[in-house]
């Protein structure tokens, strides 16, 4: 019987049939952060359950960490937000779990520290109270994303149980046009889609185009798979995987048997799925949302479709009709587990390089971990960010949403690196519109929904 | 441990858009400390107060309606409770007195969250969903036993729903996941034996 890679992760994890169509899962590693992670701990610690294995639990602090640069051990960026860290911090120690603190070289936000720390490999089962668990897919792994509740069920049992999901094959093929990234195939994928068009379905992305695709930005796929209502993402490991994860903290060292463990992961010829869907990477342009949800999306050039919902185009200061080029902006924001690694920086980088961003923008970069910040600081790219008048934070999810405390003002146009155009999610009444980080870079610096082709050509000397 | 759920009978209200993400549930901003408790104020917050962090209700938001006290049972479209995993949407729910929720889908996350919090989710075809909005302030009826949504106001109107026997168990008999599953506890651990012996590499990292 041929499988998929989704069906050989699966049996690969399968405890034992749980009954009415549930499987016990068994989970690999899990992930927490002081959000919601220190709910999940305080309420196993008084319904007095243990943590079966703390070994396997690692805890980060990326939601309410201050972002301002020389932030403190506990600084929080939302009033009362310091309990959120300093309980998460005390609840993993006195769990035995791992903790990487506020204050650890490897601190960053979850998503983007599990693959840096090879926390995230091929093969492994992964899950965390936040729905972006299912970045960690584009290492070939089953990772998804689950509630407080089942947080503590799996650090208590060790397993979950889980209805296995229907499949879908996203296939995507061809060369993408200059200036598209993975972050265009996702937002394409779901205007076109539907925000619940992957509903409950683990997703396997394959095709030349995501063959083509770096880790990093196979990681920004598959993070805005739960914006298409997916249960998860995968992507088949491959050499680039192989190489990514070698030498990782916490991976295990390379030999021949893992290497033949991990290449087996891939769909059979045959094999089937319950939904097919065809992506020719030569239809895809530079996407933008204009909407509050993802699926409201579109080519740069667009113009807000004649049949908008009218909830949207009134939050958004929109009319149908109406083109987004030219859009005046106050705010712009790189940065968030979508778009906040190396590969992300680099791209805006490369637009900011000589310029400087529009007055009465604010603009600010926040990398996604301690070694996104540390590589970017060893290219100098920080002060490609800073020449360029943004604001260069200390790594968490900052501005990706508001948790109280800083944010936009009510209202602002905000081009933002990431994954979320929800209303209020980056501050109340803040106009969202989510694109790629060298569109945001672009935006930044024009003062107005552009294009980087748009922006004037840069003087030899100043280059 | 959640309130067993089996019969249930109350006001309805209607929020009719699609996509309902569990930010506008429970904004980030109301989820003031490390608990589960104190969230029910800040249902909706957004749409239901003037200011964001203000108490100052909006008259037109249906849930500040006279006729709408006591709403328990929420009516609304595609995708309900999208987006963030946060448990505190269910618990604001909860909290606030929501016990069923019908909508044309769910995001899969919050679904399973309601489950395991006393909030039975109900699927219901797109019309039939309709059909029930548009009766205002309608009084709804949920037998579970017998998976099956009536409503006062519609002496002609049924609705059956499917759900499965675990998640149906679970709201009923309000069971507790964890002991539930410790009953496999031998197979948990004969499964982790095995896979300690094929990975040890996993259950040593330091
Ligand atoms: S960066 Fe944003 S989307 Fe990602 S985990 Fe943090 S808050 Fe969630």
New interface residues.
């Given amino acids: 019987m041929p499988q998929t890679l989704f069906d050989k992760l699966w049996t690969r994890h399968r405890?034992?049939d749980?009954?009415?169509?549930?499987d016990?899962i068994?989970i690999?590693?899990m992930l927490l952060h002081e959000?919601?992670g220190?709910?999940a701990l305080?309420?196993l610690q008084a319904?007095g359950?243990e943590v079966r294995?703390p070994?396997?639990v690692f805890a980060i602090m990326d939601h309410i960490v201050s972002f301002r640069a020389g932030r403190g051990r506990d600084e929080a960026r939302?009033p009362?937000g310091e309990?959120?860290i300093t309980?998460?911090r005390a609840m993993a120690h006195a769990a035995g779990i791992h903790l990487i603190d506020t204050d650890n070289p490897g601190q960053g936000i979850v998503h983007v520290v599990a693959p840096e720390q090879g926390i995230a490999l091929p093969g492994?089962s992964l899950v965390c109270?936040?729905?972006h668990t299912c970045s960690l897919g584009a290492l070939g792994a089953l990772a998804w994303?689950?509630?407080?509740?089942?947080a503590?069920?799996a650090m208590?049992?060790?397993?979950l149980?889980v209805?296995k999901p229907e499949q879908m094959r996203v296939r995507i093929d061809g060369e993408l046009p200059a200036g598209c990234t993975a972050k265009d195939i996702a937002l394409y994928l779901i205007a076109r889609h539907g925000?619940?068009g992957g509903?409950?379905c683990a997703i396997e992305f394959c095709g030349s185009t995501v063959d083509a695709l770096g880790i990093e930005a196979r990681l920004t796929l598959c993070n805005m798979a739960v914006e298409f209502?997916a249960?998860c993402a995968v992507i088949a490991p491959d050499e680039k995987v192989l190489d990514y994860v070698a030498d990782r903290a916490?991976a295990?060292?390379a030999s021949a048997e893992l290497t033949a463990m991990w290449t087996a992961l891939a769909t059979d010829d045959d094999a089937p799925f319950a939904f097919e869907i065809e992506i020719d990477a030569s239809d895809i342009r530079p996407q933008i949302s204009w909407g509050t949800?993802p699926?409201e999306s579109g080519p740069l050039n667009m113009q807000v479709p004649a049949d908008a919902r009218p909830?949207a185009l009134d939050y958004m200061g929109l009319q149908a009709g109406q083109s987004l080029l030219g859009m005046e902006i106050g705010g712009a924001f790189i940065g968030s587990c979508t778009n906040g690694r190396l590969s992300d920086l680099q791209a805006a980088a490369e637009i900011l390089a000589g310029r400087r961003v529009a007055a009465g923008v604010r603009a600010v970069c926040v990398p996604g971990s301690q070694a996104v910040r540390r590589q970017a600081e060893a290219l100098g790219i920080d002060q490609v960010f800073k020449q360029a008048g943004f604001e260069w934070g200390e790594p968490g999810c900052a501005m990706c949403?508001?948790?109280?405390g800083e944010t936009f003002a009510?209202g602002t146009r905000v081009v933002s690196s990431t994954n979320?155009n929800?209303?209020?999610?980056q501050g109340?009444g803040v106009r969202t519109h989510l694109t790629s980080p060298a569109i945001v870079a672009a935006c930044a610096v024009a003062g107005e929904i552009c294009a980087p082709s748009d922006l004037p050509v840069l003087e030899a000397e100043t280059v | 441990m959640p309130q067993p759920l089996n019969q249930h009978t109350g006001i309805a209200a209607a929020i009719m858009?699609?996509?309902i993400?569990t930010?506008?549930i429970i904004?980030?901003?109301e989820?003031?400390?490390?608990?589960?408790d104190g969230l029910g104020e800040g249902l909706f917050a957004?749409w239901r107060y003037t200011e964001?962090?203000g108490r100052v209700p909006v008259p037109d938001f249906i849930l500040n309606q006279a006729e709408q006290q006591g709403t328990s049972v929420l009516i609304s479209g595609?995708?309900f409770g999208?987006?963030?995993?946060?448990?505190?949407a269910?618990w604001a729910l909860a909290e606030y007195g929501i016990r069923v929720i019908i909508a044309k889908?769910f995001?899969?996350?919050?679904h399973?969250?309601c489950l395991?919090?006393g909030v039975l989710p109900i699927t219901l075809p797109a019309d039939e969903v309709d059909t029930l909005a548009a009766i205002e302030t309608a009084t709804v009826s949920v037998d579970l036993e017998n998976q099956l949504v009536t409503c006062a106001q519609l002496p002609d109107w049924r609705a059956a729903f499917e759900i499965?026997?675990?998640p149906k168990r679970l709201l009923i008999e309000g069971l507790e996941?964890?002991e539930?599953?410790?009953k496999?506890?031998d197979?948990?651990d004969a499964?982790?034996a095995r896979?300690a012996a094929q990975r040890p590499?996993?259950?040593?990292?330091a």
């Fill in positions: 405890v034992c749980a009954g009415d169509g549930y016990l068994a690999d590693r959000r919601t220190g709910v305080k309420s319904n359950h294995d070994s396997r939302s009362g309990a959120f309980e998460t492994l109270p936040d729905s994303g689950i509630g407080s509740s089942e503590e069920h208590a049992t060790g397993v149980r209805q925000a619940g509903r409950r209502a249960f916490f295990p060292p949800s699926e909830q949403f508001y948790a109280g009510p979320r929800f209303e209020g999610r109340p | 858009r699609d996509n993400d930010d506008q904004p980030s901003r989820m003031k400390t490390v608990s589960r957004g964001p962090g595609e995708n999208c987006g963030s995993s946060r448990e505190h269910v889908s995001g899969e996350i919050f399973g969250n395991r919090n499965g026997e675990y996941p964890i539930l599953t410790l496999d506890k197979k948990i499964f982790f896979d590499w996993l259950y040593s990292a």
